[in-house]
Nanobody
Framework: QAQVVESGGGLAQAGGSLRLSCVAS????????MGWYRQAPGKQRELVAS???????NYADSVKGRFTISRDSAQNTAYLQMNSLKPDDTAVYYC????????????WGQGTQVTVSS
């Protein structure tokens, strides 16, 4: 069964760090893009960062210089290293996986809560 599982969320103080992990099922063998999105209460889900199978990355302006996305394609895993956290980073973070040839049928994880206290 194809599924995506996030982990690593939790509580951090402003200025602190957290590292999120996203693991996609082994049967998902042709992953094109892995990305992280977040949704804060009362707000729309937004792209945080993404990485292609070739290693190209894309970041939201609000996290540039603070967050780093990386990927271990052999393990179907993506990471989001979050440094210099701010209270505005508080949200549920979701992993998004897009397979080759299926750009309109992404897989989503269940989300992991990140809370940053001031």
């Amino acid at each position: 069964q194809a599924q995506v599982v996030e982990s690593g969320g939790g509580l951090a103080q402003a200025g602190g760090s957290l590292r999120l992990s996203c693991v996609a099922s082994r049967i998902m063998i042709n992953i094109n893009v892995m990305g992280w999105y977040r949704q804060a209460p009362g707000k729309q889900r937004e792209l945080v960062a993404s990485i292609t199978r070739g290693g190209s990355t894309n970041y939201a302006d609000s996290v540039k210089g603070r967050f780093t996305i990386s990927r271990d394609s052999a393990q179907n895993t993506a990471y989001l290293q979050m440094n210099s956290l701010k209270p505005d980073d508080t949200a549920v973070y979701y992993c998004n996986v897009v397979l080759v040839g299926l750009p309109n049928s992404p897989y989503w994880g269940q989300g992991t809560q990140v809370t940053v206290s001031s």
